[in-house]
Every structure is written in structure tokens, then in C-alpha cells.
């Protein structure tokens, strides 16, 4: 078993729904989570960041975070076409440790 | 956030030859930089940790006589690719980790655009 599990989709979408991406994970140490979003042939681009449990939200982006379940999500809402990226999600125990990632799901939102 | 550059950001050698690329952070001291490489849809793999003014620490599986990895300063790190050889195409991205403020303990780490490497 991974430690880090996530659904590598595609996920496709019209533009303007409301998309949820997750990823379990199975180190209930993992204090630190991460969302990153990847363009084709760039590098990743840090979109939330959340320690320990609770919602955070930025503009469109909603990331949650629930250690009990050891499960974390990110929801976009009223998706775009410029959304369309792989998303990974990563994790991390604290300072010292390495980032974990998911597989990634690549997202296509059509116009 | 913060910035994390990368040079080349592509380029293509023949095989037996070496390949350096340089990850620098432009607006933060990175005490800390990563290196990873990315595969067609798959996710990063961590090759190696590399502290500035130390040794790096490599993944399982990674040859450290292949893969020379010198952090000189806070903001520079670089991975030399030794006599590539076409398995050796992928992308390599790095990454930096800011310094947590004191008594948050969090931090966050950035990634740089990416490197794609062609050996034929």
C-alpha cells in the first residue's frame, strides 16, 4: 500500500462545475499538507498549504484536511478552462521530513 | 511566494556525456534543496536531499556517482549528470524549502520550471 494514495483520473469537467480532488493517506503522522499544480512540462506550483486538520480557503480554492480520516481534499469552484493542470496533492510529517506525493489527477475543464 | 529558478530548461546531450543544471532561489535562502524526477504522468520521485555546505542524502536506488550533487550556497544548488544515457531522459525539477518562521514550525517548499533532458 501506498502511502500516499490518489485517483490519477482524467477528470473531466464543464467549465463553471464544481471540482473535488482527494487523496488518502495511511501516516498519521503527516502533519503538513500541500496541493501543487502542474502544467504540462512545468514544474509544480504550490496552490494551498494546511497544517493539521481544518478548511482553508483561497479565492476558488478550498482545501480540507481531516486527520481522523486521514483523507484531504481540494475543491474548486466555478472551474476554468486554465484550471485543466495534474494535481498533486503531498504531505509531510514536519520540517525535517521529506514530501510525500500523491500519483497526481489531471483535471480538463471544457469550455 | 517564493521564486526558484532552473537552467537550462532543456537540453540535449549525446550519450556519454555530462549535463549540469542549476536550481538557484532567487528572493530566499534555501538551506534545503531537493531534486526530483518526473516521468511521462507519473508523479516526482525524490532523487536526493541536498544541504547547503554538506553532502547530499540520496533516495534508494539513486547512484550518487551518477547523479553529483553540489549545494555551494543558500542559494544555489546543482545536479551533474555523469556520462547520461538515454535512459537517463526525464525531467528534473527542483525544489526549495523555506525556512520556517520562528515558533510556527510550518514551512513550505517551492519548485523550480523544470529541466527536460534528452540524451541520444
Known amino acids: 500500500q501506498k502511502e500516499v494514495e490518489q485517483d490519477p483520473g482524467p477528470l473531466s469537467v464543464p467549465e463553471g462545475a464544481i471540482v473535488s480532488l482527494n487523496c488518502t493517506y495511511s501516516?498519521?503522522?503527516?502533519?503538513?499538507f500541500m496541493w501543487y499544480r502542474q502544467y504540462s512540462r512545468k514544474g509544480p506550483e504550490l496552490l494551498m498549504y494546511?497544517?493539521?486538520?481544518g478548511n482553508k480557503e483561497d479565492g476558488r480554492f478550498t482545501a480540507q484536511v481531516d486527520k481522523s480520516s486521514k483523507y484531504i481534499s481540494l475543491f474548486i469552484r466555478d472551474s476554468q478552462p486554465s484550471d485543466s493542470a495534474n494535481y498533486l496533492c503531498?504531505?509531510?510529517?514536519?520540517?525535517?521530513?521529506?514530501?510525500?506525493f500523491g500519483a497526481g489527477t489531471i483535471l480538463r475543464v471544457k469550455s | 511566494g517564493a521564486v526558484v529558478s532552473q537552467h537550462p530548461s532543456w537540453v540535449i546531450c549525446k550519450s556519454g556525456t555530462s549535463v549540469k543544471i542549476e536550481c538557484r532561489s532567487l528572493?530566499?535562502?534555501?538551506?534545503?534543496m531537493f531534486w526530483y524526477r518526473q516521468f511521462p504522468k507519473q508523479s516526482l520521485m525524490l532523487m536526493a536531499t541536498?544541504?547547503?555546505?554538506?553532502?547530499?542524502?540520496?533516495e534508494q536506488g539513486v547512484e550518487k556517482d551518477k547523479f553529483l550533487i553540489n549545494h555551494a550556497s543558500l542559494t544555489l544548488s546543482t545536479l551533474t549528470v555523469t556520462s547520461a544515457h538515454p535512459e537517463d531522459s526525464s525531467f528534473y525539477i527542483c525544489?526549495?524549502?523555506?525556512?520556517?518562521?520562528?515558533?510556527?514550525?510550518?514551512?513550505?517548499?517551492?519548485f523550480g520550471p523544470g529541466t527536460r533532458l534528452t540524451v541520444t
Open positions: 525544489s526549495a524549502r523555506v525556512l520556517p518562521a520562528t515558533g510556527t514550525g510550518t514551512y513550505e517548499q517551492y
Open positions: 501516516n498519521s503522522a503527516f502533519q503538513y
Open positions: 494546511t497544517y493539521s486538520s
Open positions: 503531498a504531505m509531510s510529517a514536519g520540517y525535517g521530513n521529506k514530501l510525500v
Open positions: 528572493d530566499f535562502q534555501a538551506t534545503t
Open positions: 541536498s544541504n547547503e555546505g554538506s553532502k547530499a542524502t540520496y
